[in-house]
Structure formats: structure tokens, C-alpha cells
């Protein structure tokens, strides 16, 4: 990344996981929002790197417990009389 | 079952072997667990079998579940450590989950600055993106996976990743950034080729 704010970018990097998952203070995120808006560099990584995240939460949304591997959790548990979900 | 709050577990039932307390804990998490294994070792048979341990193992040592944590951290530990052990029998070196963290940070330097964001979600979700998508987890370290996977898609707080995987919560926070910069590099790689071709 380089730009005229190179050191600032580095410090981007370093709070970037902390300011995505919302763990920051305001003043802090204040800043790094006033920098984001000025490095489109900055701009592609957090925006990607959200994309990355939400690419991979939707995927694992789409993970469902097939109902024959449902079956045999329970049959293997002895709780066949259990299974509620098909 | 907790007849005030049906979701909650009665730990006193489950100590007890009662099998309505057993079924609803598979009901609540046989679901996340099947989705950890099998994002963990990335093949339906092997996740299948992982599903079956963690729940006989779980079952089998109850009366050792202290009740500190939730079940579903209990559960989500015992997967972890059988999906490394199915891994281990796989290839000769799994990164362990408390192994020390290299100091070498280049992993978390974007070296790709890419907008791909634009791209049609068909494009992001397509066939040969799963694909790539499924590569790029994979080729995580085993630590940096289970910790990514914990706490990106089953949505743990760090701490709660923390105790499933044994580690710090500063160990959790390095590991996260660095499986999800490298993921990001991965799918830059890949969904901007498909950007290039949209492009030209």
C-alpha cells in the first residue's frame, strides 16, 4: 500500500480486524473512517475483506445436516425415536 | 427439558444419561457441529464420522462437563481436536492449536488492492467460486482455520473461541486477522480474473 499516508496505513492494518468486528472506540473508528474515506486503498481492503467474511458466513448458512446423516447421529446414539427433524 | 426456558439445557437431565436432555442437545447442535467438521476436514464421510465421535464422547463423559461453559463450546471443542486427529492420519504436519504464532506478520499485509465487490452475486456464489472458496479455507493452517471458521461463521465472541480452542484471546485475535487476510488474498486472486473477463 503505498501512499502518502504510509505509516497510517500500516496502523490501518493493525487495527483493521478490531474496527471491522466493531470492537473499537469512537474516537479511533472516527479516525480510521476520516482515513478510509481519503486512501481508496484502505477503502478496497476493508471492503473486500467484509466481503471475504460474508462470503464464507453465507456459505456456511447454506451447510445443512443432511436428514440420512441426521438419522444415523441419532441411530448411533440409540435415540432413533428422537429424530423430529427431516 | 428446562420447562421456563424450553432452549435451555438441563445440565442435572443430561448428568442423569435422560434421553429427551441427550435429544435436545443433538437437536440444538448437530447441525453446527456437522458445518465445523466439515469445514474443518472438507469431505461429507470423514464429517459424518466426526459428527458421530463428538456426540458418543460427549454423551460418554458428561459427568466430566462442569457446566462453566456452554454445551455447545463443550461440543465445539471435542469436534476441533477429532477433526485434527482425522487430519493427522491425513498428512504428516497439522499446525497445532496452541502451537506458538510465527512472528513473521507477513500474512497480513494486502498485497492484492482489487475491488471486487461489484461483481454479480451469481459470479461470487458461483459453482467454480465455491470451489475456490472451499480451496482457500483449506489451505489455511488447521489453527488459523478452526479459529476463523469458530469465530466468522459459527459467530463465537473471541472469548468463547478462546476457551473452545484453549488459547489466549490476543492468540485468537492474531489468528483470526491472519486467516482472514490470507482468505481475502485468496478470493482477490480469483474473483478478480472473473472481474478482468466481466471487463473486457
Known amino acids: ?86 | 427439558m428446562n420447562k421456563e426456558n424450553p432452549t435451555q439445557i438441563d445440565l442435572e437431565a443430561l448428568k442423569r444419561k435422560d434421553k429427551t436432555a441427550f435429544a435436545q442437545v443433538l437437536d440444538q447442535n448437530s447441525e453446527k457441529i456437522y458445518r465445523l467438521a466439515l469445514k474443518m476436514v472438507g469431505n461429507v464421510q470423514d464429517a459424518e464420522d466426526i459428527l458421530q465421535e463428538t456426540f458418543i464422547k460427549a454423551f460418554n463423559n458428561i459427568h466430566k462437563f462442569e457446566g462453566r461453559s456452554k454445551v455447545s463450546t463443550w461440543l465445539y471443542r471435542i469436534a476441533v481436536n477429532e477433526s485434527l486427529m482425522v487430519l493427522r492420519k491425513r498428512k504428516d504436519h497439522v499446525t497445532e492449536i496452541d502451537a506458538e504464532i510465527e512472528k513473521d506478520d507477513g500474512d497480513v499485509i494486502p498485497r492484492q488492492i482489487i475491488d471486487w465487490c461489484c461483481l454479480p452475486e451469481k459470479e461470487l456464489m458461483s459453482s467454480e467460486a465455491r470451489i475456490h472458496i472451499k480451496k482457500a479455507i483449506n489451505h489455511l493452517s488447521e489453527a488459523n482455520r478452526a479459529t476463523f471458521l469458530l469465530r466468522d461463521v459459527e459467530g463465537l465472541s473471541t472469548r468463547e473461541t478462546a476457551e473452545t480452542l484453549d488459547i489466549s484471546e490476543s492468540a485468537v485475535k492474531v489468528r483470526l486477522m491472519r486467516a482472514r487476510m490470507q482468505l481475502r488474498e485468496a478470493l482477490t486472486g480469483f474473483y478478480s480474473e472473473r472481474l478482468t473477463r466481466e471487463n473486457a
Open chain 1, 1 to 86: 500500500m503505498t501512499h502518502e499516508h504510509k505509516f497510517y496505513c500500516k496502523d490501518m492494518v493493525k487495527n483493521l480486524n478490531a474496527y471491522i468486528d466493531g470492537e473499537l472506540d469512537n474516537a479511533l473508528c472516527g479516525e480510521i473512517e476520516e482515513h478510509i474515506n481519503s486512501c481508496s486503498n484502505c477503502q478496497v481492503v476493508v471492503n473486500t475483506l467484509k466481503k471475504t467474511i460474508q462470503i464464507y458466513q453465507s456459505d456456511g448458512r447454506e451447510t445443512k445436516l443432511p436428514p440420512e446423516v441426521r438419522k444415523r447421529l441419532y441411530a448411533s446414539l440409540d435415540l432413533d425415536d428422537y429424530v423430529t427433524k427431516d
